[in-house]
């Protein structure tokens, strides 16, 4: 029934990689970023996790577009129809009596200004009256549990599909902070370059990514060794089927050169950052949010390469949209958020 009240308000987290809405304080929508269109006719096919399982699988009718890719939204249609059909799945804008609808909205912090425009556009077509705008980093250190207004250095570490972002908050605003291209997607390519090129076996995204959720490491050696991950895919030479036995060392040696990149740009925001603040990450440590968090032994590797306390925020995944809904309880008195009312 409160679905169908008068007043409405909706936390949306537009990732890269996963779309969150967040309604009444609870996870109402949690599908993959990506929508299957008709090439004939232009419509909409399939949003989310049915889209998904399209994905690789298309013929030449079908095409699954993944609308924000490395931070970025690099397509703005497909964006509003995302948006656009999520929001109603939440069935918030149903009924004859358009309801008030409140949205606040996060987006990536490499955001431009026509794509901030775009998405604002795209959530007023939603039925959006009031729409409120956080950058991620933000989000994700409210979401991580951190006071982002008081006096005193925070560091987030926010890993998700296209992009990494660190920042350093502090006071409600983003003091230093960098976004890197190696993420989630790079990590899954790693691995397949890797087992095309170690073991001859040509694999797709969605395996990939399997194997990297499953064993994907940022160590050799871990105190909880996961379980070797058997699969079996098709020999490059032969074309016969072949079964392999993959260990998370062997997935951590694959990501290394890239959790390297990581490891480099939160060693120049440390460096960035002032004094005061560092000696507030000293004493706090460091926050990881996001899906990449959940890479085993990320959180032993950073602080062993910064010498800080690392913590790993609760369920990363959702951190970032529950920063958001936290956003949107308190929209009057935090100064960061961007947006209001439409005319
Ligand atoms: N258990 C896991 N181990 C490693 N990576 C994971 C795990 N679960 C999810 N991911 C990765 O996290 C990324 C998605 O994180 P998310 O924070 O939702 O990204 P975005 O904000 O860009 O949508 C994907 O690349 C996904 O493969
Ligand atoms: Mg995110």
Do not use: W
Not at 89 to 113: E, H, W, Y
Not at 160 to 173: F, K, M, Q, V
Request: proline share 4%; with cysteine; aromatic share 4%.
């Amino acid at each position: 029934m409160g679905l169908f009240s008068l007043y409405q308000e909706l936390a949306i987290d537009l990732g890269t990689a996963n779309t969150l809405i967040m309604h009444n304080g609870k996870v109402v929508v949690d599908e993959p970023s990506i929508v299957a269109l008709s090439i004939k006719t232009g419509d909409l096919m399939a949003i989310g996790h049915k889209a998904r399982l399209m994905d690789g699988k298309t013929h030449s009718n079908i095409r699954t577009i993944r609308p924000l890719k490395d931070g970025v939204i690099a397509d703005f249609e497909a964006t509003e129809l995302m948006l656009r059909g999520l929001i109603k799945k939440v069935g918030a804008t149903r009924g004859m009596f358009a309801p008030s609808l409140r949205m606040m909205i996060c987006i990536p912090s490499g955001s431009t200004n026509v794509e901030i425009r775009a998405v604002r556009d795209s959530a007023q077509h939603a039925g959006g009256r009031e729409i409120y705008l956080i950058f991620e980093p933000m989000a994700a250190a409210l979401g991580a549990g951190l006071d982002v207004e008081a006096p005193e250095g925070n560091l987030i570490i926010d890993i998700g599909g296209g992009t990494s972002e660190i920042a350093c908050i502090s006071l409600g605003g983003i003091v230093c902070s960098k976004s890197i291209n190696v993420a989630g997607d790079v990590f899954t390519n790693d691995i397949q370059n890797y087992i095309r090129q170690q073991h001859g076996i040509r694999i797709g995204e969605r395996t990939a990514e399997d194997i990297k959720c499953a064993i994907g490491a940022a160590v050799p050696e871990l105190e909880n060794e996961p379980e070797d991950y058997i699969f079996t895919g098709s020999n490059m030479l032969t074309n016969l089927p072949q079964t392999v036995t993959l260990n998370y060392s062997e997935i951590a040696y694959a990501l290394d050169k890239s959790l390297v990149k990581l490891d480099n740009a939160l060693m120049e925001v440390l460096e960035e950052m002032p004094p005061e603040l560092y000696s507030d990450v000293v004493k706090n440590g460091i926050y990881l949010a996001g899906g990449g968090a959940l890479i085993k032994g990320l959180d032993q590797r950073l602080s062993k390469k910064s010498g800080l306390p690392v913590h790993i925020a609760e369920d990363p995944l959702r951190a970032i949209a529950r920063g958001t809904c936290i956003a949107l309880k308190n929209v009057g008195n935090f100064s960061f958020l961007m947006g209001g009312e439409n005319k």
